[in-house]
């Protein structure tokens, strides 16, 4: 679990970067390389054994993702609500990729856990992207909770603190937002 005093450096490096600090740069770098190698470890191991995408050409993607992203840091709630879609865009440009020459049946099998993203396959993380690409267009703030909690690996009480509210308030949300997913799927 992040403590108080990484959030503040989180928030206090991306300043510094953001003003041009190449220090800040490789210390934002070594501070939150090990936060993404988790995370990409957990969606690789959800993967089908022979998938040819590596944990660490995962989090080198999307850590370059998020270097050249023409985006002002405004803390690290936006960082990781980036950090997460950049992870998802690549998991789900890989399963297209690999999808481009099968044909399937059209069915999708997709769980979603309490805090875990469980998919199966390339045409789960394909049809979990539509579904959470269609809840950001009813209550886009339900969407960040999940991507917060599914991409970025946040926990309700993290996400909590992010937004100023309690990890209960969190979890009641991102309760409702996976009925909505489970609907909608």
Request: aromatic letters at 6%; charged letters at 25%; glycine letters at 6%.
């Amino acid at each position: 679990m992040s403590t108080v005093k990484e959030h503040t450096d989180v928030t206090a490096l991306l300043g510094q970067w953001r003003d041009g600090d190449l220090q800040a740069e490789k210390q934002l770098s070594v501070l939150v390389q090990d936060k993404l190698h988790q995370l990409a470890a957990k969606y690789m191991r959800q993967e089908r054994p022979n998938h040819t995408l590596q944990a660490t050409a995962l989090v080198n993607e999307a850590f370059i993702g998020l270097m050249q992203a023409e985006v002002d840091y405004q803390d690290r709630l936006h960082f990781f609500r980036l950090a997460g879609s950049i992870m998802r865009r690549i998991l789900v440009d890989h399963a297209r990729a690999r999808n481009a020459a099968k044909r399937g049946d059209g069915l999708l099998q997709i769980t979603l856990a309490d805090d875990v993203l469980g998919v199966d396959d390339s045409s789960s993380i394909i049809g979990l992207h539509n579904a959470m690409t269609a809840l950001a267009e009813f209550d886009q703030q339900k969407a960040d909770i999940l991507d917060l909690q599914f991409f970025a690996g946040l926990s309700p009480a993290q996400i909590g603190d992010l937004y100023g509210v309690s990890g209960k308030t969190i979890e009641r949300s991102a309760k409702l937002a996976r009925a909505w997913l489970a609907q909608a799927i």
